[in-house]
């Protein structure tokens, strides 16, 4: 799991159109990387939205925004288009990269077995140095935490 002051490592995962993006495609950049559970549900769509709404200040910024989940290209691009998010969703199916950045948890809730993403960003810098992260963190949290951390560095 990456953590401040690290060199966040580089993917290559697909987006909701097919087309395979790199974290290291955006050096130059500051970029900001959330983690949802899944598309379309309540909370995920207040964190989404929300990096929606403050994407003028992010680009102001220097900075870009993904999304990453692990759910179905298909779920992604449905859901980026009801929502009209200007920014890539990263589909994670066999969850390799949330795994390795802490993103994904295995628990038991009332004997039911649950395995999915969660809420959680990082922030990278021009050079893709982490200077900000958070594993487990609210949606709104998660929006206001990562726009700080862009605006300050």
């Known amino acids: ?10 993917f290559a995962l697909p987006n909701q159109d097919g087309q395979i993006v790199r974290l ?9 990387l959330f983690a ?6 309540p909370g995920c769509t207040i964190q989404a939205c929300g990096f ?16 990453i989940s692990a759910d179905t290209q298909d779920d ?4 980026k288009v009801m929502q ?3 920014y890539d969703l990263l589909s994670d199916v066999d969850h390799a990269v949330l795994d390795a950045w802490g993103a994904w948890t295995e628990t038991h809730i009332k004997e039911r077995f649950y395995a999915g993403p969660v809420r959680s960003y990082w922030v990278m ?28 560095g």
Not at 52 to 67: H, K, M, Q, W, Y
């Open 1 to 10: 799991m990456p953590t401040t002051g690290e060199t966040a490592p580089d």
């Open 24 to 32: 290291s495609d955006f050096r130059g950049r500051k970029v900001i």
């Open 84 to 86: 009209n998010l200007p």
């Open 76 to 79: 992604l691009l449905a859901w």
């Open 125 to 152: 810098d021009e050079n893709g140095v982490v200077i900000a992260s958070q594993v487990r963190i609210g949606a709104e949290d998660s929006v206001q935490a990562a726009l700080a951390a862009v605006e300050a």
């Open 36 to 41: 949802f559970p899944k598309a379309d549900t």
């Open 52 to 67: 929606r709404d403050s994407f003028p200040r992010i680009e102001t910024a220097n900075a870009a925004v993904l999304g």
